[in-house]
């Protein structure tokens, strides 16, 4: 939440932090600003609430004066309403000094009043302005905004990253960070620091992660890292692996809509070799891990909201080939009630952004108590990935979209593939079976295409349902975890009321819900399925409809058991019990961003959302 651009170097630096806003705009869109060092010893800023576009009118109105050192960032509000005030950046030391801050300052509110003793006066309701003045003090008594900053920082509780600039050090930027994300990015005769390296990626594919507790100094020539206590320290370098058109929406009229043409390409991009055509899957990161000995007794996945759906579907999956007995977990819940983690537990973290702070505690509550940790993320140099034991990329590409689409279909093929590798380790499956689902596999992304075509049919559905108020979702199997991603993406994107239910649980409550007129999606499972899931979910579908629901089922093309109960049916193409889930899921995806575009919503940022989820 928010995002955070810091430059040093040649070019106009207006340009180069309002270009890394835009592309940070997903994590947060309450409010933007800018603070610019200006040759010559003084400094601009400017700051709005709204959109980043609110800023840039008011900046082509009244163009700042140019300089080469600057920071900017973009709001998602939590101390104060998104006011232009609250806005960062806040200035200090007579408006000599610019700081922004993502995270929350938890001491702030003692902080404060300490500083308003001392006669000190804020101009927000922000926790981020206490930062800023005592980084003004501090720059009074030392001159040096590092050594001002590590002042500070030794001062805060919670969780932040702080960026600030003072007109008296022109070619500086310090940064500090503990518990939120930092990314230092590495040019020639430039430098460059932001949330995430899509800040940058337009000028460099060097960069380096920031380590917990870490103070940097960027100058054009230098990148200098210390710690809180100023000792030298080090960070990771790392190649970023796309470059900038693949953050730019291309002609799309949404990153959502880019996204979801997409899938196909990320599921192959997440197989891409690591499993051969025998079905041999290679994991080099699980390797090094097994290999530090110790059986794995039980694998718990911590994750929130699309990634916990990715996370049920892996845990099926894995519990069926490897036999380990796998849960999933809600990160936030997780290390509240004291679970029983020990080294023969492997705890797998999902996470897109690697920086979602629920699941960062959780795998760090995981890490104290001794268990093996595996990160499956798509960013890289994200902080849940640098802490755990192994990470799984999924090379997905980036995920602008506030509505994750894309990562959740990488996301389960990662899991799956543990599945698959953890199996074969312990032989728990067999070869011909690992050689049916390489097959399986393999025919993805194809079919994926053909989901991905059904667009048009979508849309002329969400175009009749535009003043629905209420839609359902029904699944058995790995059809529920498709169920909850489908009401999930209704509820972010249309702002509609819509569940997921498990098919089973109907009779148990929620069946009551049913009155005539009701939109219920049905996720069928195929007909060839051994189990006997398909004839029940056609009964579930016979009871509702009875009640009056209007039914769309997503079955397997030719599926002549469900014509006859469904209003509409979208065909699968034909695929086995654990593909099933990715092909449904496709125009569940495009229904949420359609009906969103059907009811003039935005649906790249809906409302009181952010991408990536920095607080607790
Ligand atoms: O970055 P993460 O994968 O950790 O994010 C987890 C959730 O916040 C995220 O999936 C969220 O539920 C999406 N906006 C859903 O579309």
């Known amino acids: 939440m928010c995002g955070i651009v810091g430059y040093v170097g040649q070019r106009s630096a207006s340009e180069v932090v309002l270009g890394g806003l835009a592309r940070l705009e997903y994590r947060g869109y309450d409010s933007a600003g800018i603070a610019i060092v200006v040759p ?54 007579g408006g000599k000094l610019a700081l922004i801050h993502n995270g929350i300052i938890e001491n702030f509110d003692e902080l404060k009043s300490e500083l308003q003793a001392q006669g000190e006066q804020f101009h927000s309701d922000t926790d981020s302005e206490v930062a800023a003045v005592m980084l003004g003090r501090a720059f009074h008594e030392t001159q040096d905004l590092t050594l001002a900053m590590r002042a500070v920082v030794a001062r805060l509780e919670g969780a932040f990253t702080l960026l600030g600039v003072h007109q008296d050090q022109p070619d500086v930027v310090v940064g500090a960070r503990r518990n939120s994300p930092l990314v230092v990015g590495l040019g020639q005769g430039e430098n460059f620091l932001g949330s995430d390296v899509a800040a940058f990626v337009a000028y460099t594919d060097k960069a380096m992660a920031l380590g917990q507790d870490q103070i940097v100094t960027i100058t054009p020539d230098s990148v200098t890292i210390t710690t809180f206590e100023g000792d030298p320290a080090t960070a990771a370098q790392f190649d970023i692996d796309w470059d900038a058109s693949a953050a730019d929406k291309g002609g799309w009229s949404s990153f959502m809509a880019k996204e979801i043409s997409e899938e196909p390409e990320a599921v192959a ?108 993320c ?79 049919r979508i849309k002329e559905l969400a175009g009749w349902m535009a003043d629905t108020r209420s839609v359902l979702y029904l699944g058995r199997h790995v059809g529920y975890p498709v169920a909850l991603e489908g009401a999930l993406k209704l509820k972010e994107l249309a702002y509609i009321h819509a569940e997921g239910f498990a098919a ?85 995806h495009i229904f949420g961003m359609e009906l969103a575009a059907a009811k003039g919503l935005d649906i790249d940022q809906p409302r009181n959302l952010a991408k990536s989820v920095t607080v607790e």
């Open 269 to 376: 991009n997440t197989l891409r070799g690591r499993i051969s055509p025998e079905g041999t899957v290679t994991l080099p990161d699980l390797d090094s891990l097994l290999d530090q000995g110790g059986e794995i007794t039980r694998i718990i996945f911590i994750a929130c909201g699309t990634a916990a759906y990715a996370a049920m579907l892996g845990a099926y999956a894995i519990e069926k080939w490897s036999g380990i007995a796998t849960t999933v977990e809600l990160s936030h819940e997780f290390r509240y009630r004291d679970p029983a983690v020990g080294p023969t537990t492997l705890v797998v973290s999902v996470s897109q952004s690697g920086e979602t702070m629920d699941t960062l505690m959780a795998v760090r509550y995981a890490a104290e108590k001794g268990a093996k940790t595996l990160s499956i």
């Open 378 to 456: 798509n960013t890289q140099g994200a902080t849940i990935p640098r802490e755990s034991d192994a990470v799984l990329y999924t090379h997905a590409g980036p995920e602008v979209a506030v509505a994750s689409t894309k990562a959740f279909l990488s996301q389960v093929i990662a899991a799956y593939l543990l599945g698959l590798y953890l199996g074969q380790h312990n032989g728990h499956i067999s070869a011909a079976d690992s050689a049916l689902l390489a097959k399986d596999f393999d025919a993805l992304p194809g079919q994926l295409q053909e989901m991905v075509e059904t667009g048009g």
């Open 40 to 93: 010559g010893n003084s400094l601009v800023s400017h700051k709005k609430a709204g959109k980043l576009s609110v800023l840039r009118d008011e900046l082509e109105a009244n163009p700042l004066a140019q300089g080469t050192t600057g920071i900017g960032h973009t709001r998602w509000a939590t101390h104060g309403p998104p006011t232009d005030a609250n806005a960062h950046p806040h200035l200090a030391d």
């Open 504 to 588: 089973g649980e109907l009779k148990h409550g929620p069946i009551a819900l049913i009155e005539p007129g009701q939109i219920v999606f049905v996720i069928v499972p195929s007909p060839r399925d051994p189990s006997s899931l398909h004839a029940k979910v056609v009964s579930n579908i016979q009871e509702i409809r009875a009640r009056g629901a209007r039914v769309i089922a997503l079955a397997e093309k030719g599926d002549a058991a469900v014509l006859p109960h469904a209003d509409e049916v979208i065909a699968l193409p034909f695929a086995s019990v654990f593909m099933e889930p990715l092909l449904a899921v496709v125009p569940l």
